[in-house]
């Protein structure tokens, strides 16, 4: 018989390994959700006990299981900021303004990415005007 942590982290059950599987079926357990064997102390996740079905401990069983753990993604923004800095001197290359791009990314880089508004600013522009007519290789900010 297992017990499985419901979403407030509270013991439920018990249930033989056939009904959590049912109830894994329907949705209510999942692969993440935390099972103990009735008299185990070591919760693991439900597709742990499908894996190892491992025999009951001889402690009691505890009265919360372990806290419940959010799979986060950690955000780097070092990396962003680093494709930023290496692809918008390839947009402007492609504008035919190559020594004004890599002029831009060395203001941004200078500047601790601060002067790279400066860019953006200068991008857009340059992307809204491109598609009228061809712009000079150091024309910065063009408009009609």
């Given at each position: 018989m297992?017990?499985?942590?419901?979403?407030?982290n509270?013991p439920?059950?018990?249930?033989t390994?056939?009904?959590?599987?049912?109830?894994?079926l329907s949705g209510v357990v999942?692969a993440?959700?935390?099972v103990?064997?009735e008299?185990?102390?070591?919760?693991?996740?439900?597709?742990?006990l499908?894996?190892?079905?491992?025999?009951?401990?001889?402690?009691?069983?505890?009265?919360?299981?372990?806290p419940?753990?959010?799979?986060?993604?950690?955000?780097?923004i070092?990396?962003a900021?680093?494709?930023f800095?290496?692809?918008f001197?390839i947009?402007?290359?492609?504008w035919g303004?190559?020594a004004?791009g890599w002029?831009?990314?060395?203001?941004s880089l200078?500047?601790g990415g601060?002067g790279?508004i400066v860019?953006i600013?200068?991008?857009?522009?340059c992307?809204?005007i491109?598609?009228?007519?061809?712009l000079?290789e150091w024309?910065f900010?063009?408009?009609k």
């Open positions: 297992y017990y499985y942590a419901d979403s407030n509270q439920v059950g018990p249930y390994l056939e009904q959590l599987k049912q109830l894994n999942q993440e959700t935390y103990v064997e008299g185990g102390s070591q919760w693991q996740p439900f597709k742990n499908l894996i190892t079905q491992a025999p009951a401990g001889s402690a009691p069983l505890p009265s919360t299981p372990p419940v753990q959010e799979n986060k993604q950690s955000l780097n070092g990396p900021i680093l494709w800095l290496c692809c001197p947009g402007f290359m492609q303004q190559t004004k002029i831009w990314f060395l203001v200078c500047t601060v790279s860019v600013v200068d991008y857009w522009m992307y809204s491109q598609q009228k007519r061809k000079g024309e900010f063009p408009s």
